[in-house]
């Protein structure tokens, strides 16, 4: 079976297949068997760029030892970006609320660090730094040093993660006016800019979920949400667990609203908030 695309390449149920394991090898990105028409539409410019008449001439220069940047690129094109600021809301409130107290309450006096994983283009690990600006208000006079890591596997969304610029459709998206007007600069253009002071407690870097995260150093409190649907189950326990080393003890994970950890009871323990669920390094 041969499918031609209005984007102008076939594709074969076995080319599929190869560039589904090609995927999940490289970035970990689990593909349906009918998300066809996903590789159609977001793989049509780059197969037209690179002159392929086919999804298998593409994968065969993918398989190229000089193929880096068209891999990136790729990738990039595949990633799902949807996000928006403040998410659920009740993570948020609960790390300004009950986490961010209990760390400082330990008196270690040490830097708190926030991963933020998969971070898209920033609005996460901006939300999160507005969190700890909000905290730093409620509580005067308490000392605080704090990092937000924010990475992602698409060099793409963190060069504009990087920028922090947004335009009113992507501020609209879960910001209230309020926050805007605290924490952004309109520029001439009408887009919206992260101010500095908030820009200031984040480090962007790119990595690969399917990696090792030692590099990172230890972590307070680690946001991985809304990614590891994408994973198979195998995928998600083999980085639940790294993410596990790299978490301070007591420290905790926060997952989608739509995930749950199972099987790592060993590692984490399960902390209801009311709204929204926590988990705990053990």
């Given at each position: 079976m041969s499918i031609t695309p209005r984007a102008g390449f076939a594709i074969t149920d076995s080319d599929f297949e190869l560039f589904s394991r090609f995927l999940e090898e490289t970035s970990g990105i689990l593909l349906a068997?009918?998300?066809?028409?996903l590789v159609q539409s977001r793989l049509g410019k780059i197969v037209q760029e690179q002159n392929c008449l086919s999804l298998k001439d593409l994968i065969t220069k993918l398989q190229s030892?000089?193929?880096?940047?068209?891999?990136?690129?790729?990738?990039?094109?595949?990633?799902?970006n949807e996000t928006l600021w403040f998410r659920d809301v009740h993570p948020f409130d609960i790390l300004r609320d009950r986490i961010l107290p209990e760390l400082l309450s330990?008196?270690?006096?040490?830097?708190?660090?926030?991963?933020?994983?998969?971070?898209?283009?920033?609005?996460?690990?901006?939300?999160?730094?507005?969190?700890?600006?909000?905290?730093?208000?409620?509580?005067?006079?308490?000392?605080?040093?704090?990092?937000?890591?924010?990475t992602d596997i698409s060099?793409?969304?963190?060069?504009?993660?990087?920028?922090?610029e947004y335009e009113m459709l992507a501020i609209g998206r879960g910001l209230s006016q309020d926050r805007l007007v605290q924490h952004f600069s309109?520029?001439?253009?009408?887009?919206?800019?992260?101010?500095p002071d908030i820009k200031a407690r984040v480090r962007f870097q790119s990595?690969?979920?399917?990696?090792?995260?030692?590099?990172?150093?230890?972590?307070?409190?680690?946001?991985?949400?809304n990614v590891l649907i994408y994973f198979s189950s195998e995928k998600?326990?083999?980085?639940?667990?790294?993410?596990?080393?790299?978490?301070?003890?007591?420290?905790?994970?926060?997952?989608?609203?739509s995930e749950f950890l199972s099987g790592l009871s060993d590692k984490y323990q399960m902390i209801h908030c009311q709204p929204g669920i926590i988990y705990q390094a053990i």
């Open positions: 068997k009918h998300k066809q028409y030892p000089a193929s880096m940047k068209l891999r990136e690129q790729v990738i990039d094109a595949m990633t799902t330990r008196g270690s006096g040490s830097k708190i660090r926030i991963w933020s994983a998969a971070c898209s283009t920033g609005q996460e690990p901006y939300s999160i730094s507005m969190t700890f600006d909000e905290f730093k208000k409620k509580t005067p006079g308490k000392l605080l040093s704090e990092e937000i890591v924010a060099t793409q969304v963190l060069a504009q993660a990087r920028r922090g309109e520029t001439a253009g009408g887009s919206w800019v992260v101010k990595i690969n979920l399917l990696g090792q995260y030692s590099a990172l150093g230890q972590f307070d409190v680690i946001f991985c949400r998600k326990t083999e980085i639940l667990t790294k993410m596990h080393s790299v978490l301070k003890p007591g420290g905790y994970l926060i997952l989608g609203a």
